[in-house]
């Protein structure tokens, strides 16, 4: 049996209510995390191999002794699929990643790392987090042949750090090889209309975007905003705004006409995001893994490429793609549609597919796709899973949404997180997660242990009493008088 530790937020068969992947961050803060980690673990689900999720703990808080030795105790291989790594916001994270991996000594592969500047900005803009990317890739190339990027960008910048060019492979992103080698994409309508049910995806954050949203969901009623991150699941769930957008056009709060129109959706699971993108004709929007769940639905998409990230994707797996910094022009979803070819995708999908599977062949991982390897139990796992629905705005109408709130609150969502029901039990605990949620069960370990330094405290006293010739008189002295009055 080969047992391979996987980083990933949960495993594909897992299902998580949204209030727990919420409050304890199971998605890592976007829901796109789960495409790249679950084809991967699609991928190396062969006969005889054992995949366990790593639950993204070790980067939370800065590895505990002993944490490197159990993996390589317990574990064959350490796979890392990743994604914008090598970027100033996950600085921190990756930073402890790399502190573990200097005690890991079996072989550790990154697949699908990729760094992030801002439009219109190169390499240069990465230089913060320099120091800890060479630290993280120096530990990883220690332990395998070669690192998969995302693209061409990300491959220049670990050369300009100094990384040889036959340690780099560039990979795109392992979420598109999910369907293997032959899977293709094709048109279903000729083109749009207003009525097409069309999936919306965007970035909050950029320039014009509420703009470009609003218009968009007034010109098409059909259309369904398809959320992804963690700002988007308080929303829904709790009715909480973006902190850091005012845009009114955005729709990031409850007076949004999409979300008073319950047009807004977020997938806590791969597969049931899937099934939705395959009902719809045509998916357009910022976001690179929301393009990539309609693509693997079988659904037609096009990328408003807003940074180097999306576009270094899009050029390497050829996805149609308009490069978009910015909102300011009318942006029409018929003309994007028409504008839509999927030949080039089509045509280069085997090709990145082949180049994906020889960079695992080279990193000694077994794959489905070697004949004669298996699939293992992942196609019996997923069959018998019962995934949670797509979460709906607080508005809809059936009242369901509001009741199954009301049903966590009575449950003690933020008193008890750590003894919910339905909370999430990560099957490799290490760290144990101390974020929101967990002040109660913190409070019960701090009782715990004053309830320890009490007793400890308590015997000690009594052994001083035992010791002491003052109480030795004074017992001495009692003996008498007890002595005394008997006779």
């Not at 919420?22 to 796109?32: E, K, M, R």
């Not at 230089?127 to 993280?136: E, I, L, Q, S, Y």
């Not at 050829?318 to 549609?337: G, H, I, K």
Request: with cysteine; charged share 20%; hydrophobic share 40%.
């Amino acid at each position: 049996m080969t047992r391979l530790l996987i980083r990933s937020g949960k495993d594909p068969f897992t299902p998580v209510v949204a209030e727990s992947t919420l409050t304890q961050d199971v998605f890592n803060s976007n829901s796109g995390n789960y495409l790249f980690q679950h084809s991967m673990w699609r991928t190396l689900s062969v006969d005889g191999a054992e995949l366990v999720s790593n639950s993204t703990l070790s980067e939370r808080v800065s590895p505990r002794p002993g944490d490197a030795a159990r993996i390589n105790d317990e574990f064959d291989h350490f796979v890392i699929p990743m994604a914008n790594a090598f970027r100033t916001e996950f600085e921190p994270r990756l930073a402890r990643l790399a502190e573990l991996l200097e005690g890991v000594r079996i072989p550790v592969t990154v697949t699908g790392i990729g760094a992030q500047a801002p439009h219109g900005h190169g390499i240069e803009a990465l230089a913060p987090v320099d120091d800890t990317v060479k630290k993280f890739v120096g530990l990883v190339l220690d332990r395998s042949a070669s690192i998969g990027v995302r693209g061409e960008f990300t491959k220049s910048y670990l050369l300009s750090l100094g990384f040889p060019d036959d340690a780099i492979d560039v990979i795109g992103c392992p979420s598109l090889f999910l369907h293997g080698r032959d899977f293709r994409v094709d048109k279903r309508v000729d083109s749009l209309t207003s009525d097409s049910p069309l999936a919306l995806n965007l970035t909050p954050e950029v320039a014009g975007i509420g703009a470009f949203a609003t218009t968009q969901a007034e010109r098409h009623p059909h259309l369904t905003y398809v959320g992804q991150d963690a700002h988007d699941l308080r929303m829904l769930l709790w009715g909480v705004p973006f902190p850091h957008v005012d845009d009114p056009l955005v729709p990031v709060h409850l007076e949004h006409p999409l979300y008073q129109q319950d047009r807004i959706r977020l997938f806590l699971d791969t597969w049931p995001w899937y099934d939705f993108m395959a009902t719809q004709h045509f998916a357009y929007g910022t976001r690179f893994h929301g393009n990539v769940a309609a693509l693997l639905g079988g659904t037609p998409a096009h990328l408003l490429a807003h940074d180097s990230r999306t576009l270094e994707l899009a050029e390497y797996h050829r996805m149609p793609y308009t490069l978009m910094p910015s909102f300011e022009a009318d942006v029409s979803a018929e003309e994007l549609y028409a504008a839509t070819d999927m030949s080039e995708f089509n045509a280069e999908l085997p090709r990145g597919f082949d180049r994906f599977t020889a960079f695992l062949d080279r990193n000694g991982l077994e794959h489905v796709h070697t004949p004669g390897n298996g699939t293992g139990d992942f196609d019996q796992r997923l069959a018998a899973a019962s995934f949670p629905p797509p979460v709906h705005p607080l508005i809809a109408a059936d009242g369901h949404e509001i009741a199954s709130r009301l049903q966590w609150l009575r449950d003690g969502m933020v008193l008890d997180i750590t003894r919910h029901p339905q909370a999430y039990e990560q099957p490799w605990a290490h760290p144990a997660w101390t974020g929101a949620g967990s002040r109660h069960e913190r409070l019960h370990e701090k009782v715990r242990a004053q309830a320890g330094e009490i007793e400890t405290i308590n015997a000690r006293l009594e052994m001083i009493e035992r010791g002491s010739p003052y109480i030795s008189a004074r017992r001495i002295g009692s003996w008498f008088k007890r002595l005394l009055r008997r006779s």
